[in-house]
């Protein structure tokens, strides 16, 4: 790089080299000329002109119109001009790697204000292209300077790159060490850095997500281990405590206790149901089989279906429906309106009442779920659709949740790219709003 300048510079300087040779020539044919008064020679001018110009590297030679010399640089001084031309040819062989320079005469008539040639002047040069000593000694300082300036340009550039490397492979490596110590399981680490590149900071900031969220599986995965377990020991110890005390002799198997012990078999063929409804909704729930549903239709029968529950617990269910149809995966829909309203049956005290009320809002279809009953605290609302999450274990305790139905719920409203809201108050009753587009 540092050469194309330097070259480019060399290319400026020759033709500003040759334009000056070209105004040097005619400003010294204008100045004889106008030392040609009355039809004579000023010659101590003309000598001043002839000197003056062998300091430039022009050699003249002055003959009136009968050819006879009237000042002619070599007369006048020899061993100047040879002390020039010397160094001129010196320069040259310097400038242009030994090629032969050539000296050359130029023959130009000199014609008075009448345009009648008076004499002829011959100007000896090196051709238009050729440098005299502080032409080479200002190139030299030229390219000295240009040689500072690129081996300066070169270290400021090796130094940004190293800077600029730095700056972006630091944050990469503290990215990479943190995702491979979440690889490990350490999901409660956090990068703490910021490197000022917006893309590297959002890569940090997902990294950091990921980990939150990982750590949040983590916790729910852990509890639905003990949740699980907890919630089949239960049920199979009863069947086992019951079973040994008839085998023992203890108790007779009469109808009630074989009720009983088939009570628990039933609790736990729900719960293996629950949790084999979530394994197939997760493998199938990105799939939508969009058909024309009567949502009116389809509630009643929801609610027809679950009404012998309401009753068990003396719970009165009203509906108020408008008659809307909409396009809508009708299976999922389904489990949407069966998971809110047995939650709303099971979350309620006898003698309750649940109303759900249906109509068109602008362009979206709403629902709304809302009962009397238990309530939800304030500060678990926020969690009660996230996986395996349930209020207070010992409140649910005869429930048979596990805390997977409002999980079901969202993601199917998510899918249908509707929402869910939720008002509730502790002891007053829940509405669960439904948003369908
Ligand atoms: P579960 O199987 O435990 O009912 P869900 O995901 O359906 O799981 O609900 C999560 C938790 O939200 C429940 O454990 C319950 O504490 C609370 N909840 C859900 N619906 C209601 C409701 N209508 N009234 C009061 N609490 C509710």
């Not at 050699?59 to 020039?84: P, Q, R, T």
């Not at 109808?255 to 084999?276: F, G, P």
């Not at 309401?310 to 719970?315: G, M, T, V």
């Not at 279809?365 to 678990?380: A, L, M, T, Y």
Request: glycine content about 6%; some cysteine; hydrophobic content about 40%.
């Amino acid at each position: 790089m540092k050469y194309s300048y330097r070259i480019a510079f060399e290319k400026k300087f020759e033709q500003y080299i040759i334009k000056n040779y070209e105004t040097q020539v005619s400003n010294i044919i204008g100045s004889i000329k106008s030392e040609y008064i009355n039809g004579k020679w000023n010659l101590p001018s003309i000598e001043q002109i002839g000197k003056e110009a062998i300091n430039k590297g022009i050699f003249i030679d002055l003959y009136d119109k009968n050819d006879n010399l009237i000042w002619g640089a070599m007369n006048y001084n020899s061993e100047i001009c040879s002390i020039v031309m010397g160094s001129i040819e010196n320069n040259m062989n310097h400038m242009m790697n030994g090629s032969e320079s050539m000296y050359t005469i130029q023959n130009i008539e000199i014609e008075d204000e009448d345009n009648n040639v008076v004499g002829n002047v011959k100007i000896g040069s090196y051709g238009s292209l050729y440098y005299m000593d502080n032409d080479v000694e200002f190139l030299k300082e030229i390219n000295k300077v240009i040689t500072v300036i690129g081996i300066l340009m070169i270290l400021i550039t090796v130094v940004v790159a190293i800077l600029i490397a730095k700056n972006i492979s630091r944050p990469i490596e503290v990215a990479s060490n943190m995702a491979n110590l979440i690889g490990e399981g350490g999901y409660k680490n956090k990068i703490d850095y910021d490197s000022n590149i917006a893309e590297i900071d959002v890569l940090i900031k997902s990294i950091n997500n990921l980990s939150a969220k990982l750590e949040e599986q983590e916790k729910l995965r852990k509890r639905l281990t003990t949740d699980i377990s907890h919630e089949l020991r239960t049920p199979l110890t009863n069947v086992q405590t019951h079973i040994e005390a008839m085998i023992d002799g203890i108790w007779e198997p009469d109808t009630q206790r074989l009720n009983s012990v088939n009570e628990e078999v039933i609790r736990l063929t729900h719960l293996v149901n629950q949790l084999q409804r979530l394994a197939k909704f997760d493998s199938e729930k990105s799939m939508l089989n969009l058909i024309e549903v009567n949502l009116e239709s389809l509630i009643k029968n929801i609610v027809y279906n679950n009404q012998s529950k309401a009753l068990e617990k003396d719970i009165n269910i009203v509906c108020d429906l408008e008659n809307v149809t909409a396009y809508l995966d009708k299976d999922k829909i389904s489990q949407v309106v069966v998971n809110l309203l047995s939650n709303s049956i099971r979350y309620t005290n006898s003698g309750g009442e649940i109303n759900i009320r249906m109509y068109k809002y602008h362009n979206n279809v709403k629902i709304h779920f809302k009962d009397n009953g238990v309530g939800i605290p304030n500060e678990s609302i926020k969690y009660i659709f996230e996986r395996f999450y349930r209020v207070d274990e010992s409140r649910n305790k005869d429930t048979g949740g596990i805390g997977i139905g409002l999980t079901i719920v969202k993601s199917i409203i998510d899918l249908h790219k509707g929402k869910i809201e939720v008002i509730s108050e502790i002891n007053k009753g829940s509405e669960f709003i439904v948003t369908l587009l």
